[in-house]
């Protein structure tokens, strides 16, 4: 399943963003085993934020105190997508947003390595102007 993330755009510091991660076509975003949220700043390495899994339902976060503290990560049964609420937005937050399904891994510290996402999509661009 490839899925596809939306929702970026140019805000100032301190605002907020819902970004949104869809299945393309009529796939649905739960069929996967997991999702995850990444960004990629201009130079820097691809970087976890978040993921979700359903089974069980479970989230997991960057260890990151400003990610943690501002950022949290949700499904929309209803809308077929698993979202990324982003708040009090600081333009060291400005990357490119992308999300992934979980393709191997099983253990708990699995979650956290990029390298068990794949199908990546186009990314979303997140600006944050000071």
């Known amino acids: 399943v490839q899925l596809q993330a939306s929702g970026g755009g140019l805000v100032q510091a301190g605002d907020s963003l819902r970004l949104s991660c869809a299945a393309s076509?009529?796939?649905?975003?739960?069929?996967?085993?997991?999702v995850g949220w990444f960004r990629q700043a201009p130079g820097k390495d691809r970087e976890f934020i978040a993921a979700?899994?359903?089974?069980?339902?479970?989230?997991?976060?960057a260890e990151s105190d400003s990610v943690r503290d501002r950022f949290t990560i949700s499904e929309d049964n209803a809308k077929n997508t698993v979202d990324l609420q982003m708040n009090n937005l600081d333009p060291e937050d400005t990357a490119v947003y992308y999300c992934?399904?979980?393709?191997?891994?099983?253990?708990?510290?699995?979650?956290?390595?990029?390298?068990?996402?794949?199908?990546w999509g186009r990314g979303t661009q997140v600006t944050v102007s000071s």
């Open positions: 979700i899994t359903w089974r069980p339902s479970r989230t997991y976060y």
């Open positions: 076509g009529r796939a649905s975003i739960f069929s996967t085993w997991a």
């Open positions: 992934a399904p979980k393709v191997r891994g099983l253990t708990p510290r699995s979650y956290y390595v990029v390298d068990n996402y794949a199908n």
